[in-house]
């Protein structure tokens, strides 16, 4: 059965930094393409950054490019969501999905998706 198990959320100052995980379990991270999303109440699911499967590719919402950062630990079967210079708007529950076949030139859309995590709620407040 595939899952998708997301950790580390919590509150931070803004300018701080926090390191998300995205733990896999029932397929290999390696061979699906992953995308880090987040949502607030009463607005849709955003992309906010992905991670192909093949010669890993990266994409960056223009919002948070220059401050996050996307990895893989294959060892751990974790993708990685570096966030840092934190700033309030970036609160929300954060999500990470995983597709076989995505279009890597659309992978900031969710509807590219087809397995979700439960979501850790990201909070940057001073």
């Known amino acids: 059965q595939l899952q998708l198990v997301e950790s580390g959320g919590e509150l931070v100052q803004p300018g701080g930094s926090l390191r998300l995980s995205c733990a896999a379990s029932?397929?290999?991270?390696?061979?699906?393409?992953i995308g880090w999303f987040r949502q607030i109440p009463g607005k849709e699911r955003e992309g906010v950054s992905c991670?192909?499967?093949?010669?890993?590719?990266?994409n960056y919402a223009d919002s948070v490019k220059g401050r996050f950062t996307i990895s893989r630990d294959n060892a751990k079967n974790t993708v990685y969501l570096q966030m840092d210079s934190l700033k309030p708007e970036d609160t929300g529950v954060y999500y990470c999905g995983a597709s076989l076949f995505v279009n890597h030139a659309m992978c900031l859309g969710k509807d590219e998706y087809d397995y979700w995590g439960q979501g850790t709620q990201v909070t940057v407040s001073s």
């Open positions: 991670l192909s499967s093949r010669r890993d590719r990266v």
């Open positions: 029932g397929f290999r991270v390696d061979e699906y393409e």
